[in-house]
């Protein structure tokens, strides 16, 4: 099975960075997703991470180690409209290609 | 381009009625479609997926059911609906072997209120 832990809220400030934590513990993995969720709305995708290292997209970036099970979503020149839940998923290895969420992370961004 | 289409946007149901929600998806084919479900203030909780016409699993049990007639179609339903059966449902869609095009894409959603 997958088991994946994130922080249910953080807070940070108008231009500030922050980042979000993501553990896992899967019986298979095929690559991380981390999606934004606005309030009433869909989850967009923002990144994906199936190798080591960092990926940089813009002011997001993301970063994956697979032999921790661990991964982080940073973001930088926080704005106000970057207030929404940040969701960790991972896709294991199966012929599904099935996702499984954590929790996500409710970010409230201050002036 | 493709585009992923879910309706209703918004159903209040009251308890034992019937539901079916309903999913396309155009400009793509043979897609791997998903049904998930998301609770107020919750993560994401995989329902169902289909990986081809007539092809469904069910991930969790439940007195809802899935669907797949056409392959760029995906309803969800159920005979009757329980309070628990609240929340805002999620269509999504992947093409497995587009290696350039890995995000699973949503549909704007459905939510459902049962009273």
């Known amino acids: 099975g997958q088991n994946i832990d994130q922080p249910t809220e953080m807070t940070a400030t108008e231009g500030a960075i922050v980042q979000i934590n993501c553990t896992y513990q899967t019986s298979g993995f095929n690559g991380l997703f981390w999606y934004q969720q606005h309030a009433g709305e869909a989850p967009t995708f923002l990144s994906y991470?199936?190798?080591?290292g960092l990926e940089e997209k813009g002011r997001f970036s993301s970063f994956l180690s697979r032999s921790k099970g661990y991964s982080y979503l940073l973001l930088k020149e926080l704005q106000m409209k970057d207030s929404a839940s940040y969701l960790c998923?991972?896709?294991?290895?199966?012929?599904?290609?099935?996702?499984?969420f954590g929790g996500g992370t409710r970010l409230m961004v201050k002036p | 381009s493709q585009t992923i289409h879910q309706w209703p946007a918004t159903l209040v149901q009251p308890v034992g009625s019937p539901l079916s929600l309903e999913c396309t998806v155009e400009g793509t084919s043979n897609p791997n479609l998903y049904w998930y479900r998301q609770a107020a203030g919750r993560g994401l909780q995989l329902l169902f997926y289909s990986i081809g016409i007539d092809q469904i699993s069910s991930e969790v049990p439940q007195n809802l059911s899935a669907s797949r007639p056409q392959d760029r179609q995906f309803i969800l339903s159920s005979k009757k609906l329980l309070l628990s059966d609240s929340g805002f449902y999620l269509c999504a869609w992947i093409q497995p072997w587009d290696r350039a095009n890995y995000g699973y894409t949503f549909g704007s959603g459905t939510r459902l209120t049962v009273v």
């Open positions: 998923a991972v896709r294991g290895d199966n012929a599904g290609n099935m996702l499984t």
């Open positions: 991470n199936v190798l080591d």
